[in-house]
């Protein structure tokens, strides 16, 4: 009766043991079951949000945005560091695809377990090395406004400041600003730096108001001159004889009645003179040169012709003027000459 007892025992023992085995197997299952479901649900969900495909080759730019890209989804997703490299990988195309199935089975070597962060050290190093970091390093430490808006500088500055890590950091604010600052444009730089102003975000809000309003005063001033006309030219408005200045030609030189002093006809400035001969300066003829004029040296000392005054032996010749300006001047000098000629007589 005892061994009867024993063998129902054990046969119950061994149905128990079987049944919690077969449970445990298929709440395995279910498990593996629900988590392919949730694989399947985190991949649909990353894939809607359409990450960027990376086929590899030459292209560091293309290799940072791609990390970014799908880095930005993540965040989105909330998505855990296990899952990353998974998801990640997944649209990894061509070239690239095969060089991380090669790089995976050995970073896999020994069981090791390949995080987001390992796995992003690999692809810089293979899409993005160190030159081409450093290259963007250089790029920013020499980065200058120049021609951009401060808009535009300040989006530059940005992109190439997350290659030099030291600039990134809560510590690093005043040295930010300072370097962002030394790269403005001269006009602009001299209405900020008084201000020693050292918060990021004020600092390019400041910069780009002074930009704007200097782009606005420069079109006023454009529009004011475009109104004033092609031909205005700054300088004396009046000549010496309170005349305007555009009224005689060429800024009140010449004859002053609006011909040109170079051929003496109206419509034209001497500069603008259709007759390209020069004046001959002996006889005011254009027909020659100076040099080429027929007209006898008149000495200014003794009146004679074949000589000049800077040769002449003979004395001087009193009384007279050499040349007239107009009829009122000539009549004036015959006035002098009498007058001269009565105070002689009575002398006498």
């Given at each position: 009766?005892g061994?009867?007892?024993?063998?129902?025992?054990?046969?119950?023992?061994?149905?128990?043991?079987?049944?919690?085995?077969a449970?445990?197997?298929?709440?395995?299952?279910?498990?593996?079951?629900?988590?392919?479901?949730?694989?399947?649900?985190?991949?649909?969900?990353f894939?809607?949000?359409?990450?960027?495909?990376?086929?590899?080759?030459?292209?560091?730019?293309?290799?940072?945005?791609?990390i970014?890209?799908?880095?930005r989804?993540?965040?989105?997703?909330?998505?855990?560091?296990?899952?990353?490299?998974?998801?990640?990988?997944?649209?990894?195309?061509?070239?690239?695809?095969?060089?991380?199935?090669n790089?995976?089975?050995?970073?896999?070597?020994?069981?090791?377990?390949?995080?987001w962060?390992?796995?992003?050290?690999?692809?810089?190093?293979?899409?993005?090395?160190?030159?081409?970091?450093?290259?963007?390093?250089?790029?920013?430490?020499?980065?200058?406004?120049?021609?951009?808006s401060?808009?535009?500088?300040?989006?530059?500055?940005?992109?190439?400041?997350?290659?030099?890590?030291?600039?990134?950091?809560?510590?690093?604010?005043?040295?930010?600003?300072?370097?962002?600052?030394?790269?403005?444009?001269p006009?602009i730089?001299?209405l900020?730096?008084?201000?020693?102003i050292?918060?990021?975000?004020?600092?390019?809000n400041?910069?780009?108001?002074c930009?704007?309003?200097?782009?606005?005063?420069?079109?006023?001033?454009?529009?004011?001159?475009?109104?004033?006309?092609?031909?205005?030219?700054?300088?004396?408005?009046?000549?010496?004889?309170?005349?305007?200045?555009?009224?005689?030609?060429s800024?009140?030189?010449?004859?002053?009645?609006?011909?040109?002093?170079?051929?003496?006809?109206?419509?034209?400035?001497?500069?603008?003179?259709?007759?390209?001969?020069?004046?001959?300066?002996?006889?005011?003829?254009?027909?020659?040169?100076?040099?080429?004029?027929?007209?006898?040296?008149?000495?200014?000392?003794?009146?004679?012709?074949?000589?000049?005054?800077?040769?002449?032996k003979?004395?001087?010749?009193?009384?007279?003027?050499?040349?007239?300006?107009?009829?009122?001047?000539?009549?004036?000098?015959?006035?002098?000459?009498?007058?001269?000629?009565?105070?002689?007589?009575?002398?006498?």
């Amino acid at each position: 009766m005892g061994r009867k007892a024993l063998a129902d025992a054990m046969k119950l023992m061994a149905k128990a043991m079987a049944q919690d085995a077969a449970s445990r197997t298929a709440e395995r299952e279910a498990q593996e079951h629900r988590r392919g479901g949730e694989d399947e649900l985190r991949l649909q969900r990353f894939m809607n949000n359409k990450p960027p495909i990376f086929d590899g080759g030459y292209d560091p730019e293309g290799a940072l945005k791609w990390i970014e890209g799908v880095e930005r989804i993540f965040n989105a997703m909330k998505c855990q560091d296990v899952h990353k490299v998974t998801l990640g990988s997944y649209v990894l195309h061509e070239e690239a695809d095969y060089w991380w199935k090669n790089a995976s089975q050995r970073l896999r070597a020994g069981g090791a377990v390949i995080t987001w962060d390992r796995f992003k050290r690999e692809f810089l190093i293979k899409y993005f090395p160190a030159d081409e970091r450093n290259r963007k390093v250089v790029e920013f430490m020499e980065l200058k406004q120049g021609n951009m808006s401060v808009s535009e500088y300040a989006a530059k500055f940005e992109e190439l400041c997350r290659f030099a890590p030291h600039y990134n950091t809560v510590e690093a604010e005043e040295d930010k600003c300072v370097k962002f600052e030394n790269g403005l444009r001269p006009d602009i730089k001299q209405l900020i730096g008084f201000n020693e102003i050292r918060d990021f975000p004020t600092l390019v809000n400041k910069s780009r108001i002074c930009d704007k309003d200097g782009k606005a005063k420069a079109n006023y001033l454009k529009a004011v001159n475009d109104k004033k006309g092609k031909d205005y030219v700054k300088g004396k408005p009046y000549d010496k004889k309170g005349k305007k200045s555009d009224e005689g030609g060429s800024s009140g030189k010449g004859k002053g009645n609006g011909n040109c002093f170079k051929c003496g006809l109206p419509g034209h400035r001497f500069f603008e003179c259709p007759r390209k001969d020069d004046k001959c300066l002996k006889c005011g003829k254009i027909d020659h040169k100076t040099e080429e004029c027929k007209k006898p040296v008149v000495c200014f000392n003794c009146k004679e012709e074949g000589h000049k005054s800077h040769v002449c032996k003979k004395p001087r010749v009193a009384g007279g003027k050499v040349f007239a300006l107009d009829g009122g001047d000539v009549e004036a000098d015959n006035l002098i000459r009498d007058s001269q000629v009565d105070d002689s007589s009575a002398q006498e």
